[in-house]
Nanobody, 115 residues
Framework: QVQLVESGGGLVQAGGSLRLSCAAS????????MGWYRQAPGKQRELVAT???????NYIDSVKGRFTISRDGAKNMVYLQMNSLKPEDTAVYYC?????????WGQGTQVTVSS
């Protein structure tokens, strides 16, 4: 298993930026895929961005060009830089680690974007 702890959420005006951080309890390069998901009130949890152990990243269409996923292997950290935030980005954001039978989640961090 891997423990994940998110931080960096908060309240921001539309057009602003936030950087979310995810601290992992083990070497993130040994994990196939690290990702960020989000869940808005009354909606299903959705994938936002992923980064593979090899460094390939993917994003959902609605955040392409605005969000960037990155990592720091020395610190076992994964980040989500969110720019040009919109009210529809408001959600609880979760860090996720997937590796074969492993599927771990953090506790989530709230992001609220005001219009």
């Amino acid at each position: 298993q891997v423990q994940l702890v998110e931080s960096g959420g908060g309240l921001v005006q539309a057009g602003g930026s936030l950087r979310l951080s995810c601290a992992a309890s083990r070497n993130i390069f040994s994990i196939n895929t690290m990702g960020w998901y989000r869940q808005a009130p009354g909606k299903q949890r959705e994938l936002v961005a992923t980064i593979s152990s090899g460094g390939s990243s993917n994003y959902i269409d609605s955040v392409k060009g605005r969000f960037t996923i990155s990592r720091d292997g020395a610190k076992n950290m994964v980040y989500l830089q969110m720019n040009s935030l919109k009210p529809e980005d408001t959600a609880v954001y979760y860090c996720n680690a997937k590796h074969y039978g492993l599927n771990s989640w953090g506790q989530g961090t709230q992001v609220t974007v005001s219009s």
